[in-house]
Structure formats: structure tokens, C-alpha cells
């Protein structure tokens, strides 16, 4: 199965504007992750579109588009924009740093400081977010593992984002990794949001720049968070 995916792969690179493609797949090889790295001559929903009809006229695989998280870079300048189709929601982008929501600019909530400490084996984290005036932090420690870390951060920003936004307390964290597309490191995050009696699953993703991995997480879990919230009461 994971030949078969890395010929999808190859066969998504093909599409003019994707640079880089990587499946990333379930215990029973089911894809649950489809990565995309594209320039942003096409809008990113019609780069999802292309995605899932190259993949199933190639090999007949059916790709759910809300698995599909499309990160596109301007070569020029190295700013880029990092678009997701998340559940139920149409597909939101950051750009130099900051969501692009339906909503004023001085509504966004957007990263101010991610401060990471370790002790022995222990890390604590802080995270501080802004939203006009306003500023919050949310804290989060365990295992100064990297991969555990990458969580802290994560379960910090929400932990801040419930402050700004009491719409987050229906979100907890699923997951928290740093993946690499092409020659770009970029974080990725799926969050639950509880809306009873169903559950939903977001997810964001952010290019890893010179602040950081830690920075990057962050301002994931807003790419993941912040259009869906404001949606609900």
C-alpha cells in the first residue's frame, strides 16, 4: 500500500501548481492526511478539486476532501499562504502570520509570544495571544520530549484561546506534529470540537518560519480554531 500511495504522490506533482505531495495514512492504510504543497496561481479549493480527481481517474481513490490541507507558497517574496478545508466549514488562510476570518482585522487573534522552559525532563509552556487590545496566556506542561512539547504548545494556546474566546472551551487537542513538505517544515494540528451530540475535527496548519517549530503550533491550532469558533454560540 505505501508503494501504491508514493505512485499517488508522484502522480500529484504532476498537477501544474503542486510542488510537493505527501499521504499520510491510518493503521489499515487508509489515507487521513493528504499534505499539499502548491504555488498560488490557482485558488487553494480548486487545488483540493484537482487533488481528488487526479487521484481517483489515476488509481480510483477517493480522497475526502476535508483530509486535504493545501499550503501555498509565493516563491517570490517566501511569505505564503497555508489554506485547510476543515469539516462543514469552507476553507480558511493565513498570510504573513494572521487567519483570514469573515471578520474585522481587529477581531483576529493572532500569536504574540510562545515561551518554552525546561526543567531536567520536564517542559513548561506559555503561550500569549492578542486580540486588539486584548492579550491572554494559557499554560501547559509534560515531557520535554519533542513531540510532547509540540502538544504543550498546542493544549497552551488553546488554554489562552478560551480566555479570548468562550466559544474554545468545546475544544481539546487530537493531535500535534511537524511534518516536511518538500524542502518546508510546516505544523499541522487536528482539534475536537464539541458540538453534542456530535464531535467535529478541524484542523491547521502553519509554515514553520525563523520564530519556530513552537510558533509555528501555535498559530496552527488558530488556523484550525479561529473561523469555526466565531461560528458558535
Same mark, same amino acid.
Given at each position: 500500500?505505501?508503494?501504491?500511495?508514493?505512485?499517488?504522490?508522484?502522480?500529484?506533482?504532476?498537477?501544474p501548481?503542486?510542488?510537493?505531495?505527501?499521504?499520510? =495514512?491510518?493503521?489499515?492504510? !487508509?489515507?487521513?492526511?493528504?499534505?499539499?504543497?502548491?504555488?498560488?496561481?490557482?485558488?487553494? !479549493?480548486?487545488?483540493?478539486?484537482?487533488?481528488?480527481s487526479? @487521484?481517483?481517474?489515476?488509481?480510483?481513490l477517493?480522497?475526502?476532501?476535508?483530509?486535504?490541507?493545501?499550503?501555498?507558497?509565493?516563491?517570490?517574496?517566501?511569505?505564503?499562504?497555508?489554506?485547510?478545508?476543515a469539516?462543514?466549514?469552507?476553507?480558511?488562510?493565513?498570510?504573513?502570520?494572521? =487567519?483570514?476570518?469573515?471578520?474585522? @482585522?481587529?477581531?483576529?487573534?493572532?500569536?504574540?509570544?510562545v515561551?518554552?522552559?525546561?526543567?531536567?525532563?520536564?517542559?513548561?509552556?506559555?503561550?500569549?495571544?492578542?486580540?486588539?487590545?486584548? /492579550?491572554?496566556?494559557?499554560?501547559?506542561?509534560?515531557?520535554?520530549?519533542?513531540?510532547?512539547?509540540?502538544?504543550?504548545?498546542?493544549?497552551?494556546?488553546? @488554554? @489562552?484561546?478560551?480566555?479570548?474566546?468562550?466559544? *474554545?472551551?468545546? *475544544?481539546?487537542?487530537?493531535?500535534?506534529?511537524?511534518? /516536511?513538505?518538500?524542502?518546508?517544515?510546516?505544523?499541522? /494540528?487536528?482539534?475536537?470540537?464539541?458540538?453534542?451530540p456530535?464531535?467535529?475535527?478541524?484542523?491547521?496548519?502553519?509554515?514553520?518560519?525563523?520564530?519556530?517549530?513552537?510558533?509555528?503550533?501555535?498559530?496552527?491550532?488558530?488556523?484550525?480554531?479561529?473561523?469555526?469558533l466565531?461560528?458558535?454560540?
Amino acid at each position: 500500500m505505501a508503494e501504491d500511495l508514493t505512485e499517488v504522490e508522484r502522480e500529484l506533482v504532476r498537477i501544474p501548481e503542486v510542488t510537493a505531495a505527501r499521504i499520510v =495514512t491510518d493503521d489499515e492504510g !487508509k489515507p487521513v492526511e493528504v499534505h499539499i504543497l502548491a504555488s498560488p496561481e490557482k485558488h487553494a !479549493k480548486q487545488v483540493v478539486r484537482d487533488v481528488q480527481s487526479v @487521484a481517483m481517474a489515476s488509481f480510483g481513490l477517493d480522497l475526502d476532501r476535508r483530509v486535504i490541507s493545501v499550503v501555498q507558497l509565493d516563491s517570490g517574496n517566501g511569505n505564503g499562504t497555508v489554506a485547510t478545508e476543515a469539516p462543514g466549514s469552507p476553507v480558511t488562510a493565513e498570510a504573513n502570520g494572521h =487567519t483570514a476570518a469573515a471578520v474585522v @482585522a481587529g477581531d483576529r487573534i493572532t500569536v504574540e509570544r510562545v515561551i518554552a522552559v525546561r526543567d531536567g525532563l520536564q517542559c513548561d509552556v506559555e503561550v500569549s495571544l492578542r486580540r486588539g487590545g486584548d /492579550t491572554a496566556s494559557g499554560s501547559a506542561g509534560g515531557s520535554m520530549a519533542n513531540s510532547a512539547v509540540l502538544r504543550s504548545v498546542a493544549q497552551a494556546t488553546l @488554554a @489562552a484561546l478560551r480566555v479570548l474566546e468562550p466559544a *474554545a472551551a468545546r *475544544a481539546d487537542l487530537e493531535s500535534a506534529v511537524i511534518v /516536511t513538505l518538500g524542502d518546508r517544515a510546516v505544523a499541522v /494540528t487536528s482539534i475536537v470540537i464539541l458540538v453534542p451530540p456530535y464531535e467535529e475535527i478541524v484542523s491547521g496548519s502553519a509554515v514553520v518560519r525563523t520564530a519556530g517549530d513552537h510558533d509555528a503550533m501555535a498559530r496552527a491550532v488558530l488556523d484550525a480554531t479561529n473561523r469555526r469558533l466565531s461560528q458558535l454560540v
